[in-house]
């Protein structure tokens, strides 16, 4: 399968591998022109990577890696380390890795997303080989794929870990499917780089190595009735791996897995085992943003608030039907190795993931329910359910449901991305780091810098969201808040003491300045008077300054 002149047989059909090449071609179409549509408009960013931006921030300035330079709440002229493990420095790294060629931060956040999607329809493309697809699903799953809206939001909310391990994750399943075959030491290295790799995109590639691991195993070892040298090779190099990595990071600090005491709630459960099989066309992303979209939510609430009726009515609509294709895809090819194989491998990555999901919640973990967590086993569904549909008769009406949903998915894709860059405002694109800012106006922005320019690092700027940090030159010292998910008792209970050399700036939007969270920020600051903050106005911002 490796080589180019190889033929495969796809039913019968000898077809060679240059049959590929359409697909490989689309491959490079789609991730140019995305990549290109971001660069033009400019991405901002979701809440974990603009902290990860912040560890970019102490790592170029000399600080330690995986930590964040701030100032200390007990002193606030003084600065304090903290060591990050909530996040995988994967996000922060590559992206960081361009800015060293002279690259702004916001063409590198493009760059790093349209080669992260390259890089996934590259692996699709090899994983329908790897199952004898043929070139045609190959085509399918790139085009597919390429236009879901988990594939075209990051070019315009740059969402870091998400991704990258999207960019990984089918050559995780195609290492993960030749570990049972290969030699013990071949295996054990294998498992090994693949654990760190996964891991070094994003926390959640763990759960991923581990159901790839175990699906692929238990697999190889129905089929072959035995245990082989690369199973054993692979389980002691994912003990060495996880060890490591347990060593060298999951020692030193929490993640969002630890969890805060044992609970069982049903509708989380639901959700684990509902939400894979919508997660590979981005199905609930999409009824969310409708249903409960911010400015015109349709429903109120959200539909994990415990209300079951619901949960099933948003989650049933992808498994009924994409079970229906593979029952019946089954019942017509069961005697197809490779669909055998793919059918038991994508069974079991979809169970261990919604065991452990389900642990983790239940657990208290402070991991959100959205479909993003469970993409990976989302996709291998997809991929199963378009190999079967490809082989019921031209006219089944499973067959037609399933093409006519995936249009509908991939239609949503590309409108949603059309749309966001058709009304993301250019004057709100940062100059320095040509990003997109949404809660801060640019004029305040190039205010702030310019007083950084005079005072030094004597200031200290209050920013109202993390991914404003970016906007500032390496040496300022800043204090982020997360304006608009913190609720007033959150804000009130924050307390800093201390006073900085120079001046104290506070940048927020001018709605909440407005409004009681406004009064509390200034209110954080023990040391500062209230009543003698000075208040500029710019645009649709507000600095105080004392």
């Known amino acids: 399968m490796s080589t180019a002149t190889e033929a495969i047989s796809v039913n019968g059909v000898r077809t060679g591998a240059a049959d590929y090449r359409r697909a490989i071609v689309l491959a490079f179409i789609v991730s140019g022109l995305f990549t290109l549509a971001g660069l033009l408009a400019r991405p901002s960013m979701s809440h974990d990577a603009a902290w990860g931006m912040q560890e970019l921030r102490t790592l170029r300035g000399g600080g330690p890696i995986n930590s964040i330079i ?40 493009t760059l790093t997303a349209g080669v992260s999607l390259l890089c996934c329809l590259l692996g699709w493309i090899q994983f329908a080989k790897y199952f004898a697809l043929g070139p045609a699903i190959a085509t399918l799953l790139v085009l597919f794929i390429a236009t879901f809206r988990y594939s075209t939001l990051p070019f315009s909310i740059y969402n870091g870990g998400e991704i990258i391990l999207q960019g990984v994750t089918p050559w995780l399943f195609l290492w993960g499917c030749r570990v049972p075959s290969t030699s013990f030491f071949r295996a054990a290295g294998l498992v090994l780089i693949a654990t760190w790799i996964s891991f070094f995109a994003k926390l959640t590639g763990l759960i991923v190595v581990v159901a790839i691991l175990t699906a692929v195993g238990i697999e190889a070892l129905v089929r072959l009735r035995r245990f082989t040298a690369g199973m054993l090779g692979g389980v002691v190099g994912a003990i060495l791996a996880l060890g490591g990595l347990y060593v060298a990071w999951f020692a030193h600090g929490t993640t969002p897995a630890s969890g805060t005491g044992w609970s069982f709630h049903l509708p989380y459960v639901l959700f684990a085992l509902g939400a894979p099989w919508g997660a590979g066309i981005s199905w609930t992303d999409m009824l969310t943003s409708i249903l409960f979209n911010a400015r015109h939510p349709l429903l109120h609430g959200a539909f994990w608030n415990g209300d079951l009726t619901v949960l099933l009515c948003l989650l049933l609509p992808p498994l009924i039907l994409f079970g229906t294709v593979i029952v019946k895809g089954w019942q017509q090819y069961a005697s197809d190795t490779n669909l055998r194989r793919l059918l038991v491998i994508s069974g079991g990555v979809y169970g261990v993931s919604a065991i452990v999901m389900s642990v983790i919640f239940a657990h208290g973990g402070d991991v959100s329910l959205e479909e993003r967590h469970l993409r990976a086993s989302g996709m291998l569904i997809f991929a199963l359910v378009l190999a079967m549909a490809s082989r019921l008769p031209r006219y089944s009406t499973s067959r037609l449901a399933v093409g006519a949903l995936c249009g509908l998915m991939s239609l949503y894709g590309c409108l949603a991305f059309g749309f966001r860059e058709w009304s993301t405002n250019r004057a709100g694109i940062d100059l320095y780091s040509r990003t997109y800012q949404a809660s801060v106006d ?105």
């Open 442 to 546: 640019e004029s305040g922005i190039e205010f702030l810098r310019t007083e950084f320019a005079k005072e030094g690092r004597g200031a200290l700027f209050v920013v109202p969201s993390p991914e404003v940090v970016s906007t500032f030159p390496p040496g300022a010292r800043i204090l982020s808040n997360h304006l608009e998910f913190d609720t007033e008792e959150t804000i009130a209970a924050q307390i800093y003491r201390g006073r900085v050399r120079g001046p104290l700036y506070i940048i927020m939007p001018t709605r909440t300045a407005e409004t009681a969270k406004g009064l509390l920020v200034l209110q954080e600051f023990k040391d500062y008077s209230t009543d003698a903050w000075e208040k500029r106005s710019f645009g649709n911002s507000t600095v105080f300054v004392q």
């Open 70 to 109: 701030s100032p200390d709440p007990a002193d606030i002229s003084r600065d304090r380390v903290n060591h990050v493990t909530w996040w995988s420095p994967g996000q922060y790294l590559i992206p960081g890795a361009l800015t060293l060629l002279g690259l702004r931060l916001g063409v590198a956040l």
